[in-house]
């Protein structure tokens, strides 16, 4: 267990729906990453937040809307999605300092898009 | 722009035995972190090692440990005494350092690696 938790375990959804991924870390970190793991390929960086601003935007398609209210929570919102969106979605945190370079990763949420 | 390659998409090994998993990686950085993360059948991504390219030993954790080659942009991870429990898949990772506020990960594709009884 490294204290970040991801909800839904599992999702299914159609692509007219609208559903939310949830993350929450308490370890203290004040950066908090989503990633998206598909087969065969390389994570893929998708959004990063420091102090709950924005600092990284991977070029993610505008159905995917993240939010961060808090150091603590990460939210990533979903609508209108494709097949081709269907993965699993990693959450991770870091810490300040000289421990920065260490992401903690939550379980992931396994969304597949009908 | 750096990029991540692990050469071996699957490799077995018998119980109590060791394993090497092989990395390279491209970078025109000479300051970096490599990593290597462990995902098990649980999905969560658990680090197992962490190197910095400025230190010249490499790095050990109990039964884990590297070779690292920066001239050769080499980065392979050494399991000793393997157990079932290592089961998983193997991510190596790349993080330039002085990332500052986006401390943003490259990964490869993995290795799955399964320790037979």
């Known amino acids: 267990e490294t204290g970040v938790t991801q909800t839904p375990r599992h999702l299914v959804m159609g692509m007219t729906n609208k559903k939310s991924l949830k993350c929450e870390q308490h370890l203290g970190h004040n950066a908090m990453y989503w990633y998206k793991q598909s087969a065969k390929k390389p994570l893929e960086l998708m959004f990063v937040y420091n102090f709950k601003e924005q600092t990284e935007n991977n070029s993610v398609p505008s159905r995917f809307s993240p939010e961060c209210p808090n150091s603590s929570h990460l939210f990533l919102h979903l609508h209108t999605l494709q097949p081709e969106d269907s993965a699993l979605y990693l959450c991770?945190?870091?810490?300040?300092?000289?421990?920065?370079?260490?992401?903690?990763f939550g379980a992931g949420t396994r969304l597949s898009v009908l | 722009a750096q990029t991540v390659t692990q050469s071996q998409p699957e490799m077995s090994v018998q119980e109590a035995e060791t394993v090497t998993l092989s990395c390279t990686y491209d970078?025109?950085?000479?300051?970096?972190?490599l990593f290597w993360y462990k995902q098990p059948p649980s999905r969560q991504m658990i680090l197992v090692i962490r190197?910095?390219?400025?230190?010249?030993q490499n790095a050990t954790e109990n039964r884990f440990s590297v070779n690292f080659q920066k001239a050769a942009k080499s980065f392979s991870l050494k399991i000793s005494d393997s157990q079932l429990g290592d089961t998983a898949m193997y991510f190596c990772a790349f993080m330039k350092h002085g990332s500052g506020a986006t401390n943003k990960l490259i990964f490869g594709t993995g290795t799955l690696l399964a320790v037979q009884p």
């Open positions: 190197q910095e390219a400025y230190k010249q």
């Open positions: 970078t025109s950085e000479n300051n970096y972190y």
């Open positions: 991770a945190s870091s810490p300040r300092g000289q421990g920065a370079n260490i992401q903690y």
